[in-house]
């Protein structure tokens, strides 16, 4: 937990997220219209998204079925029973002055994920529901000096809004949180996680308080896209907090925006309340109903998830807790790692994964989906290394030749005569050469310096450039060294 040193003692952070996630879905909440990214403006609406009248709303199946699948993925109960709401505004982005939401009854309940911070320890931060509710269009105030425009594909696009409760004690479990929400929903495929897309944004509701009182008023920060911008937004909102009520101010419920360029928080409007909305159900929509065995059939096709896959490489493959989460955290990177460790050293491939692979892909800006060094082609190297046909300060050399021209690890070594000398005969010669050249070390480490056996093996990889196995350089210096024991053998 980390506490703000105020003028008067020490205040706790406390932050609860409202985060908003689009649904993967080829069309919209109660239309057949595309949810496609990017198309030219007003050509994804349907008479229903533009609220024509005499049309009325048909959900989508598959909408609901990524809302419970995303609620089975947070451990979340489904409730079999919900209803869809309106809540109603105005605003000229939303053609039918309300947006359908889920309000008395949600579609999923009370869930919880479990974050790893900095130092280790692990939080559970609860969910308090998940609803499903429509996205509002868009209004495009830089077309036309004088007239603001609208387009209405976002309109009617399905939204989950996941509310968490106020449980993160700092932006750090903020941002924490939001990584992992992340990294669920995409291994889920349920929502693709696009933050600078605005696919997943998160509102950010801040208080302060001593510790151990009760809870502070809350400031809510809207619409962030991105974790750095929640963790920075939210840090900014405590401390400012503190310097109100240290002032001997007050801090009234309100919501606020984030300039991201100035990095400070702005009051928009006081918090509207509930019944200013005028929730009802909507007429045009029968209760949700859900059958057990859709859930169930929708629990038996969930993929591993990151917190079972990360146990299962500490447990099954022995990776240390730090390499584990480091390759879970993305589906693909777990997915990309399990394919080299197949049926060899698992610790030796997360080596290669997190240090070498994902250097080479950061320098270069590609994803893993683009690496010029496949998963077979690196376990292919990683083969090599373990047959004893290169070295491993070789294999560096060959990796980096792979990565500039995605070639085979078994062609790079030989165009590059990077074979490791494990010829007996040869390496003899060279150690016996490197023996009559430091006839006085030689004569030190029989007396009882043997710590000088490295710096032989040095030697004779040195007259190798590299080449030599290094198990028959140690065999054969030592039989040399230590003729006794030679004469055992
Ligand atoms: P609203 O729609 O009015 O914003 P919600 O119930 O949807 O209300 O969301 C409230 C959010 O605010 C939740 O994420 C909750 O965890 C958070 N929250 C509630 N009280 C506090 C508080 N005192 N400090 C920080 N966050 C809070
Ligand atoms: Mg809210």
């Known amino acids: 937990m980390s506490l703000i040193e105020g003028r008067s003692g020490a ?38 998204d533009a609220a024509m009248p005499g049309t009325l709303p048909v959900v989508n199946e598959r909408c609901v079925e990524q809302a419970v699948r995303t609620g089975l993925g947070l451990d979340a109960e489904i409730n079999l029973v919900s209803v869809f709401d309106r809540k109603n505004y105005f605003y000229p982005d939303l053609p039918q002055g309300y947006q359908i939401s889920q309000y008395s009854q949600s579609i999923v309940g009370r869930g919880a994920v479990e974050i790893a911070l900095e130092d280790g320890t692990r939080r559970t931060v609860r969910i308090l529901r998940l609803h499903l509710e429509q996205d509002a269009g868009k209004s495009l105030h830089d077309r036309d000096p004088r007239k603001t ?82 963790r920075q937004a939210a840090a900014y909102e405590a401390k400012r907090q503190v310097e109100v009520i240290e002032d001997g101010g007050s801090i009234e419920q309100e919501t606020r925006l984030f300039d991201t360029e100035r990095g400070v928080t702005r009051s928009m409007r006081t918090k509207e309340e509930e019944h200013d909305y005028r929730y009802f159900p909507d007429p045009d929509l029968m209760p949700l109903v859900l059958d057990q065995a859709f859930v169930d059939g929708i ?52 080596n290669w994964v997190i240090h070498d692979l994902f250097g080479a892909l950061n320098r270069s800006g590609l994803s893993i989906g683009e690496s010029p060094v496949t998963a077979p082609k690196l376990g292919g190297l990683i083969d090599l290394i373990q047959e004893g046909t290169i070295s491993g300060r070789s294999a560096k050399e060959v990796f980096q030749v792979m990565f500039e021209t995605g070639s085979d690890a078994g062609i790079v070594v030989t165009e590059r005569g990077l074979e490791q000398v494990s010829d007996t005969g040869a390496i003899e010669e060279i150690v016996d050469t490197v023996l009559a050249e430091h006839a006085d070390r030689v004569a030190e480490y029989r007396s009882g310096k043997t710590r000088l056996l490295g710096f032989f093996v040095g030697q004779v990889m040195k007259a190798t450039g590299g080449k030599a196995n290094p198990k028959t350089v140690n065999e054969i210096l030592r039989a040399r060294l230590d003729p006794a024991q030679g004469r055992d053998e």
């Open 11 to 48: 205040w706790e952070t406390v932050i609860g997220l409202e985060v908003h996630a689009q649904v993967v879905s080829e069309s919209k909440l109660f239309s057949g219209a595309s949810t496609a990214f990017g198309a030219e403006a007003n050509a994804q609406v349907s008479l229903v």
């Open 149 to 230: 425009w609208v387009d209405l594909n976002r309109a009617g696009v399905a939204l989950m809004e996941i509310v968490t409760e106020p449980d993160m004690r700092s932006p750090e479990e903020a941002a924490a949180f939001m990584a992992k929400l992340r990294s669920i929903l995409r291994y889920l495929g349920t929502c693709d996680g696009n933050m600078q897309e605005g696919s997943l944004r998160a509102d950010v509701n801040v208080s302060v308080r001593r510790p151990g009182e009760g809870l502070g008023t809350r400031c809510e920060i809207k619409n962030l896209n991105s974790i750095r911008f929640i």
């Open 299 to 350: 629990r038996a096709s969930l993929p591993e998830l990151p917190d079972a896959k990360k146990a299962r490489f500490v447990e099954e493959l022995g990776l240390s807790d730090e390499d584990a989460d480091v390759l879970v955290a993305d589906r693909d990177n777990a997915e990309y790692f399990e394919a080299v460790a197949k049926g060899r050293d698992a610790k030796a491939a997360a």
